[in-house]
């Protein structure tokens, strides 16, 4: 089932209603779910089912509850669900849909449902994850911003997951490229946390997707985020970190990418910062230690990588007929280009790592090719 605004006739809702109850049944996750549905069928048949029978996929508590009648929680968020779904561009896909992510398929304990705002094609697209601290250093936001800007262009998908720092910058370089971006978030799919992402989450929607494995109106809770990074490491092929403190929370989506055998790339620092010391720690651990996104396009073997990026560089980015052949200063740019210096700046360093231009001594840039 593909449930969209289209959709919402009375086959959908009653179909829907099944997964829904299912989703909301007390010791029922998505390994119990996905046994479920893998011995008897579909929903209906689940329910259908006797409870001997029951109890031989789950325990006897779990087997009584899909006995009893549907608790007034499943119709609720059934009726929230259904007006939602009337909403452009809104749709739930489920773990029987051939829509559904090939990619978190593979992972041990796949949502049971997905609720998605904006592109669902994304979500089966090649991708790059790209995650780091909340507390980012300047350089790093430049950073994401670079790699995601050129990673997209290489026609990457780019999965984060919304936070402030690097996620929200990695999701800016991602909408300027044809790949896109996709917002993996720890709330419900008609909720914007933090807040003060309202505004990129609305570009999200309307130019890329987010999705959310959680029910429609929950709010941010402190276990969601450490639960759904499963699945921006699911959506990947790889995960590139591009700051992280020895502590940081991305380590865990880089931990459980390992575990899904997705590759981990990294970015190194200076070894007197706290923000590289989880990136250095990595790449003890076996990571790739990459300094440019051809790095990261090399790595995936993604073919035609480095002449895509180029392509759009030279075609859309008016920066390098400012620049010309010659040596300039960052303010010779900025007055020939219109840019504010610190788009300049993060413009200069997609470039760079692009491998455009070339950073010289005294400050000047000159372009490579």
Request: proline share 6%; hydrophobic share 50%; charged share 15%.
């Amino acid at each position: 089932m593909h449930a969209t605004a289209t959709a919402a006739d009375t086959d959908t809702a009653t179909e829907l209603a099944g997964w829904l109850r299912l989703q909301h049944l007390p010791g029922v996750g998505p390994v119990a779910a996905r046994a479920l549905l893998a011995r008897f069928g579909l929903p209906p048949a689940i329910f259908a089912t006797a409870f001997e029978a029951l109890r031989e996929v789950v325990p006897a508590g779990v087997a009584r509850a899909i006995a009893q009648p549907p608790k007034p929680l499943a119709n609720s968020q059934l009726e929230l669900t259904l007006q939602w779904l009337r909403q452009p561009g809104n749709a739930v896909l489920t773990l029987a849909d051939a829509a559904y992510p090939p990619l978190l398929l593979e992972i041990a304990d796949p949502p049971l449902l997905l609720y998605v705002r904006g592109r669902s094609e994304l979500l089966s697209r090649p991708a790059i994850a790209i995650i780091g601290s909340r507390n980012a250093s300047a350089q790093g936001m430049q950073n994401a911003a670079a790699f995601a800007q050129a990673l997209s262009a290489a026609g990457l998908t780019i999965i984060s997951g919304l936070a402030l720092g690097i996620d929200t910058h990695a999701h800016e370089g991602g909408l300027r490229g044809e790949g896109g971006t996709v917002a993996v978030i720890g709330t419900g799919a008609d909720l914007v946390y933090p807040r003060r992402n309202l505004d990129l989450a609305q570009r999200i929607a309307a130019q890329g997707c987010i999705v959310s494995e959680y029910a429609l109106g929950l709010p941010a809770m402190p276990g969601n985020f450490p639960r759904r990074n499963r699945l921006i490491s699911g959506l990947a092929r790889g995960v590139l970190v591009i700051e992280a403190a020895a502590q940081s929370g991305s380590l865990i989506t880089a931990r459980l990418a390992g575990e899904q055998g997705r590759d981990v790339y990294a970015l190194p620092g200076s070894i007197h910062a706290t923000l590289a010391k989880g990136c250095h720690a990595l790449i003890k651990q076996g990571a790739k230690l990459v300094e440019s996104a051809d790095d990261v396009l090399q790595e995936l073997q993604w073919l035609g990588g480095s002449a895509s990026v180029a392509a759009v560089q030279d075609a859309d980015v008016p920066l390098l007929a400012a620049l010309g052949h010659d040596p300039h200063d960052a303010d010779t740019l900025a007055a020939r280009s219109g840019l504010a210096m610190g788009e300049l700046m993060g413009e200069l360093l997609a470039l760079e790592l692009a491998g455009r231009v070339e950073r010289l001594p005294g400050g000047l840039f000159q372009r490579c090719k």
